[in-house]
């Protein structure tokens, strides 16, 4: 947005998931905050107004309005083997790209 991500925030209901949220983490190797309240996506939508507008200068006055409840760190080792997977994942769905095509036109003709 205007910056490097330096931690990601857990909000929705996999946010209730220690595991999810560590799995966070690891998968993209930055802290993993979960707020104060864990539903607040209309807390988003309406800083991104503000910042749309110009009403604020950046998204660091979020630090200030959510606070936070837990904190997961990556570690290093679940970081090291994710980063092996990643390159197996994106192989994978380059190659089954025609096969999703071809459900969902099957889905989409189901409709009919």
């Given at each position: 947005?205007?910056?490097?991500?330096?931690?990601?925030?857990?909000?929705?209901?996999?946010?209730?998931?220690?595991?999810?949220?560590?799995?966070?983490?690891?998968?993209?190797?930055?802290?993993?905050?979960?707020?104060?309240?864990?539903?607040?996506?209309?807390?988003?939508?309406c800083i991104l107004g503000l910042y749309?507008?110009?009403?604020?200068?950046?998204?660091?006055?979020?630090?200030?309005?959510?606070?936070?409840?837990?904190?997961?760190?990556?570690?290093?080792?679940?970081?090291?083997?994710?980063?092996?997977?990643?390159?197996?994942?994106?192989?994978?769905?380059?190659?089954?790209?025609?096969?999703?095509?071809?459900?969902?036109?099957?889905?989409?003709?189901?409709?009919?």
């Amino acid at each position: 947005m205007d910056g490097p991500v330096t931690s990601i925030k857990a909000m929705g209901g996999f946010a209730r998931s220690e595991l999810w949220r560590q799995m966070l983490a690891d998968i993209f190797d930055e802290d993993v905050i979960v707020p104060e309240s864990y539903e607040s996506s209309s807390l988003g939508a309406c800083i991104l107004g503000l910042y749309a507008l110009g009403k604020i200068e950046s998204f660091n006055v979020v630090e200030d309005l959510i606070g936070e409840t837990h904190k997961h760190e990556p570690i290093v080792a679940n970081v090291n083997e994710y980063q092996k997977l990643i390159q197996i994942f994106i192989s994978l769905s380059r190659t089954l790209e025609t096969e999703y095509k071809k459900i969902a036109t099957y889905q989409a003709n189901l409709k009919n």
